[in-house]
């Protein structure tokens, strides 16, 4: 069982940034694939960003494409989102979910049904 903690959630005003983490306790990150999902109020729950086990190949959500980065450092046990030019309609509960992927360091996740592992989600509401 992977327990994941994300953290960097926040207020901030448009066209601010915020960096989101995401560690697991207990497990390493390296034989995981992770991505970020979001979910805002009376919504289903959206794929923002995916980054492969080894780090190397990423995919982001068109909303988000040019303003979000997701990275890791497998080192560190973290996998990181930077958001940048943040909008009022980024306001969210962002989610960090790790799937397990032994054997594969390029394959990216983007539907929240192949993640094996949530985190409990931090809150960003941007303002206008």
């Known amino acids: 069982q992977v327990q994941l903690v994300e953290s960097g959630g926040g207020l901030v005003q448009a066209g601010g940034s915020l960096r989101l983490s995401c560690a697991p306790s207990?497990?390493?990150?390296?034989?995981?694939?992770v991505g970020w999902f979001r979910q805002a109020p009376g919504k289903g729950r959206e794929f923002v960003a995916g980054i492969s086990r080894s780090g190397t190949s990423t995919d982001y959500a068109d909303s988000v494409k040019g303003r979000f980065t997701m990275s890791r450092d497998n080192a560190k046990n973290t996998v990181y989102l930077q958001m940048n030019s943040l909008k009022p309609e980024d306001t969210s509960v962002y989610y960090c979910?790790?799937?397990?992927?032994?054997?594969?360091?390029?394959?990216?996740?983007?539907?929240?049904?192949?993640?094996?592992?949530w985190g409990q989600g931090t809150q960003v509401t941007v303002e206008p």
């Open positions: 207990g497990r390493t990150l390296s034989t995981y694939a």
């Open positions: 979910a790790a799937k397990v992927d032994y054997y594969r360091d390029y394959v990216v996740f983007t539907a929240y049904r192949s993640y094996d592992y």
